[in-house]
């Protein structure tokens, strides 16, 4: 089998599927101790003030991602126990019972 040849139709409009990429960590923010020296205590100020809402908005963000990709994985799990009766009742009772 040959792989195709890109035409110029192809080249003129390519198709791109968008990817999300979700990194394998929270962000670090990191300073070097000579430019910190360099700033004024007010700019100090800002950058630590910004630093820890910086903080706080990462680990809600990451919070939120890890509860997604635990929701998405067991969600095939959910789905496989509408094809078994006994089982789907009781999770729905696990689930009127959570609420």
């Known amino acids: 089998m040959s792989s195709p040849s890109l035409s110029p139709a192809t080249a003129k409009s390519p198709v791109i599927t ?4 979700t990194p394998a960590f929270p962000d670090i ?4 101790t000579l430019t910190q020296k360099k700033l004024t205590p007010e700019q100090q100020r800002i950058v630590k003030a910004a630093i820890q809402a910086s903080i706080e908005f990462e680990k809600a963000a990451w919070d939120k991602e890890i509860e997604k990709t635990r929701l998405a994985a067991v ?12 089982l789907y009742g ?10």
Do not use: E
């Not at 968008?18 to 990429?21: A, D, F, R």
């Open 18 to 21: 968008p990817t999300i990429c």
């Open 29 to 32: 923010l990191l300073m070097s």
């Open 75 to 86: 969600q095939p799990i959910y789905d496989g126990l509408k094809n078994k009766p006994r």
């Open 90 to 99: 009781l999770y729905q009772r696990i689930q009127i019972a959570k609420n």
